[in-house]
C-alpha cells in the first residue's frame, strides 16, 4: 500500500488522474456500462524502485498503477471535499481505514423502533440504524425462544443495527410456556406465519427501505427450529406446503442458536438442496449451526444430522459444537461474530 512508500521517493513525483478504459476491454456483463479505472503515473526510473509497494496485487507496466474500487471511491470523496489531490492526499487516501457496511461498527447512535402487523393479530418490531439514509439495506428476521416475544431481540437487534443492517423481530404461534413442547403442527404453523412475515416485508420494501434480495434469518431454541425449518421447505413449498404463502421470497443465508429439523423436514433436504438448472441458482439457503453437546432439549444428536444431510447434499452449512454445554448456549460475542462473517460472505451474490 501506498503507505509504505520508501522517504526517498520524492511525492512531487506522483501524479494522479482518471481515465477512461480501453474500447477492447470486455465489460463485466452484456448490460454494464463502460468500465472506468482510476490510474497513478509514475515517472519510470522511480517505477522499478517502488517495485509492489503501493498496490501489490494490482496490474502494473511501465510504471503505472490501478486503483482499486474502494480506492477509487475514497478519491470521489475527496473530489466532493473540494480537496486537492496531490501524491499526499494519495497517501491518505490510501492509509486510511475504512469501514465496511455489514461487517464494522458504522452506527453509534443506537436505532428506531417502530411497530407493525404483518396480519391480523400479529405483530413485529422494525429496528433501523439511526443516521443512516440507505434506502436499500440487507436486512435480517430475528426469532425469539419459546414462551418469549420480539422484544426478546432487541441485544441482536443492536448488534446488527450498528453494522447497517434492518433488523426485524416478528411473532410466530407458539404457545406461552411450552418452549419444551414445541409440536410439528405448531412448527408449521410457525413456518407458514414467517412466509407471511417475509412477504410482507418484501410487499413493504420501499417502506422498511431495504433490498428483497438480500435477508437472512436467525433463531435462538424455538426460533432457531423455524429458522432450520423454514430454509428447507422455503423453495419447495409448492411440493410439501401448498397451503402456504406461495408468493415469491428467499432467503440468502440463516443462522440457529439451539435448532434443528425434525424427520419431517430432513426429508425434504434432497429437493430442496437441488440446483435449479435453468438458472444455474442454489434453492437452499445454507445455515450456520450453533448447538451445545449436552443439550437435551433440543436433541444435540438431531442437529448433527440436520447439518450432515445438508452437507451430504450440497448445501454449505456449517457448524460449531460446544463441549460441555446445554440448551442455553451463552458465548454470543464469539457467535455473533461468526454470524457476521457468515452473512457478509453471501451478500453480493444477489444482485439488487
Not at 17 to 44: C, G, H
Not at 100 to 119: M, N
Not at 165 to 188: A, C, H, L, M, N
Amino acid at each position: 500500500m501506498a503507505k509504505n512508500l520508501k522517504s526517498k521517493v520524492d511525492p512531487k513525483a506522483i501524479t494522479i488522474k482518471k481515465v477512461t478504459a480501453k474500447k477492447e476491454l470486455k465489460p463485466v456483463a452484456a448490460k454494464s456500462k463502460a468500465l472506468k479505472k482510476t490510474e497513478i503515473f509514475v515517472e519510470p526510473d522511480k517505477a522499478k524502485e517502488l517495485g509492489n509497494q503501493i498496490l501489490p496485487n494490482e496490474s502494473k507496466e511501465q510504471g503505472t498503477f490501478h486503483l482499486s474500487k474502494m480506492q477509487q471511491k475514497r478519491m470521489k470523496r475527496f473530489e466532493r471535499r473540494k480537496t486537492n489531490v496531490t501524491a499526499e492526499t494519495f497517501k491518505d487516501l490510501a492509509s486510511e481505514t475504512w469501514d465496511v457496511r455489514y461487517k464494522d461498527v458504522i452506527f453509534t447512535e443506537g436505532f428506531e423502533v417502530t411497530e407493525h402487523e404483518y396480519k391480523p393479530g400479529m405483530k413485529f418490531l422494525c429496528y433501523v440504524p439511526k443516521g443512516d439514509n440507505n434506502k436499500k439495506r440487507c436486512w435480517i428476521m430475528g426469532l425469539h425462544a419459546g414462551g418469549g416475544k420480539p422484544e426478546d431481540m432487541q441485544q441482536w437487534a443492536n448488534d446488527f443495527t450498528r453494522l447497517g443492517y434492518v433488523y426485524f423481530s416478528p411473532e410466530f404461534r407458539i404457545k406461552e410456556g411450552e418452549k419444551d413442547k414445541f409440536t410439528p403442527e405448531e412448527q408449521k404453523q410457525a413456518i407458514y406465519d414467517m412466509f407471511d412475515f417475509i412477504y410482507y416485508i418484501r410487499k413493504h420494501s420501499e417502506e422498511f427501505g431495504i433490498k428483497k434480495k438480500k435477508g437472512f434469518s436467525h433463531g435462538i431454541s424455538a426460533g432457531a427450529i423455524v429458522t432450520v425449518e423454514m430454509g428447507i421447505l422455503i423453495t419447495v413449498r409448492k411440493e410439501f406446503a401448498p397451503d402456504a404463502n406461495q408468493n415469491k421470497m428467499q432467503l440468502l443465508a440463516t443462522a440457529s442458536n439451539s435448532g434443528a429439523a425434525i424427520p419431517e423436514y430432513l426429508a425434504m433436504i434432497p429437493a430442496a438442496a437441488v440446483t435449479d438448472l435453468h438458472t444455474d441458482k442454489k434453492q437452499m439457503p445454507p445455515n450456520y449451526f450453533f448447538n451445545g453437546e449436552d443439550d437435551h432439549t433440543v436433541e444435540f444428536s438431531e442437529a448433527v444430522k440436520t447439518q450432515q444431510s445438508e452437507s451430504m447434499n450440497g448445501v454449505p452449512s456449517l457448524y460449531h459444537w460446544f463441549p460441555n454445554t446445554g440448551h442455553k448456549l451463552g458465548n454470543h460475542d464469539f457467535i455473533l461474530d461468526q454470524m457476521i462473517n457468515f452473512f457478509f460472505s453471501y451478500i453480493k451474490e444477489v444482485k439488487s
